[in-house]
């Protein structure tokens, strides 16, 4: 078949794929297209693919490895940007796409809806509910901002103006790429400085006023939880006093300004002087009127008390009347106490039996010796009398008899009676020795006397603070009662 002649030109695939690629990249140049982010892809290599759409249309993006960290943003699904590049094609699919090297946010109002999600992620986690009390007088002050620029000088002038502390600033960039990851590591820094350098004791982030874009690192999710997670109080002082940052949420303090800031972190000399004044005045005032009014009492209470010197003369003549009176009693006393002693030793039981006891022998000793001087008296009268009465032989015989069986009977049981009645003698001695109270002393027990000598019996008898005297087997004591308590009867029984 014979091929028709025509005008129209004939391409390859690939000749075509590379008219069209040179066609777009001499036509467009750069380009500034806006869209939102998606189908986002960051792949091993470093290079990152994504999409850009709108209500009707879709282009691929893509940003290369080495432009990445100078793009100003961070691609993420759903965020809606102005991407300026170059337009290309990709001739292996024959497709076109944008070759990105800046990223900007399309509008405050991406930005704002951008804001409002991620506060309102992180607002769920609790990472806004922490507010710690800043420290009065802080010694180290951390400061996270630019070297250069007004901020750090505001700071500096400030804190040395109210109360002059040791200021470590921490350099980062506070706008830009790679500002937030900076201004994070800064206060993860301050956070973990080794024990060798000065430990900050509050934190001040700041920088000064710019657009919304200009703040936008301060919003960034990586800088609101490194401010959460500080363990060091922290002051945010982002742009001015009518900006509003997500880390102004996560600090423990806001401040409108930088300047504001130093203010909050120490107080002012002056004003705690004044303070310090005031309140010793308010001291010493205290403290005077607690004077006068413990003396008014003082004086009131000492009106009350009796004269003490002439308590202590009344008390000393009162001492050496009763000593004179004591001295005069006690040989008296001790005289009476012994005559008594002596005259109950004479009327003891002990003593009588005693004393009859001899008696008995006495009486047993002078009948043994009497009876036979008796016998021979009789004896003697009845042998007179026999020479004078007629010889009644008989009857001589049978009285004689019965004289000398008489005799016999007086005679033979006298040493029984006289041992019998001993016997019962003892006997009577060791009873009446038994229940002597003397006795009943050597067996632990006490006689209490009054100290006049008389016997007590009862409790009642015994008077609170009453001296007494106790006697025991071998001595006594004199004792005061502190109580006298009647106890019941003991119910044993019997």
């Known amino acids: 078949m014979s091929e028709t002649p025509t005008n129209t030109p004939e391409f390859t695939v690939s000749e075509l794929a590379g008219a069209v690629k040179r066609t777009l990249e001499g036509s467009f140049g750069r380009v500034r297209v806006r869209g939102e982010i998606t189908e986002f892809k960051a792949y091993a290599s470093g290079h990152q693919y994504f999409a850009l759409k709108d209500e009707s249309a879709k282009i691929r993006g893509i940003i290369w490895k080495g432009v990445v960290s100078r793009v100003g943003l961070k691609a993420e699904n759903g965020l809606e940007v102005i991407a300026t590049g170059r337009i290309t094609s990709y001739p292996e699919r024959s497709e076109y796409q944008l070759i990105v090297e800046k990223l900007e946010y399309a509008g405050a109002g991406a930005l704002l809806a951008r804001i409002e999600a991620l506060k309102a992620k992180l607002q769920s986690e609790g990472l806004f509910a922490r507010r710690r009390t800043l420290p009065l007088l802080p010694r180290v002050i951390g400061v996270v901002t630019s070297a250069q620029g007004a901020v750090l000088q505001d700071i500096k002038t400030t804190i040395a103006r109210r109360f002059p502390r040791l200021i470590l600033l921490w350099p980062v960039p506070v706008q830009g790429d790679g500002a937030p990851e900076k201004i994070a ?122 004269d003490l010197p002439t308590m202590l003369n009344t008390a000393r003549q009162r001492l050496d009347d009763r000593t004179e009176r004591h001295a005069l009693a006690l040989p008296n006393y001790m005289s009476n106490r012994r005559a008594r002693l002596d005259r109950l030793t004479l009327r003891h039981p002990r003593e009588i039996l005693v004393g009859l006891k001899g008696q008995v022998d006495l009486l047993g000793h002078r009948l043994t010796i009497a009876l036979p001087n008796l016998l021979r008296v009789a004896q003697r009268r009845l042998d007179s009398t026999s020479h004078r009465l007629p010889l009644p032989t008989g009857e ?99």
């Open 396 to 494: 001589i015989q049978k009285r004689q008899s019965a004289l000398i069986l008489a005799a016999h009977r007086l005679h033979a049981p006298l040493p029984a009676r006289l041992k019998e009645s001993s016997i019962r003698l003892y006997n009577a001695t060791a009873r009446l020795e038994s229940a002597s109270y003397e006795r009943v002393l050597a067996r632990g027990f006490a006689l209490v006397t009054t100290t006049r000598g008389t016997p007590v019996t009862s409790v009642a008898a015994v008077k609170p603070g009453a001296s007494l005297q106790l006697r025991f087997a071998d001595g006594k004591a004199d004792v005061k009662a502190n109580s006298a308590t009647k106890t019941a009867q003991l119910d044993l029984g019997l």
């Open 185 to 306: 590591a800064a206060i993860t820094g301050f956070n973990s400085l080794p024990s060798t350098f000065p430990q900050p004791e509050v934190l001040i982030v700041a920088r000064g006023g710019g657009s919304l874009e200009d703040l936008m690192a301060f919003n960034e999710e990586i800088v609101v939880r490194a401010a959460a997670s500080s363990r060091i109080p922290l002051i945010s002082a982002v742009g001015h006093e009518t900006d509003t940052t997500l880390i102004d949420f996560a600090s423990d303090r806001r401040a409108p300004t930088p300047t504001a800031a130093a203010e909050m972190a120490v107080p002012a000399r002056l004003e705690l002087l004044a303070d310090l004044a005031q309140r010793a005045a308010r001291l010493e005032g205290a403290m005077a009127r607690h004077t006068t009014q413990a003396a008014a009492s003082l004086e009131r209470t000492a009106a009350k008390l009796p």
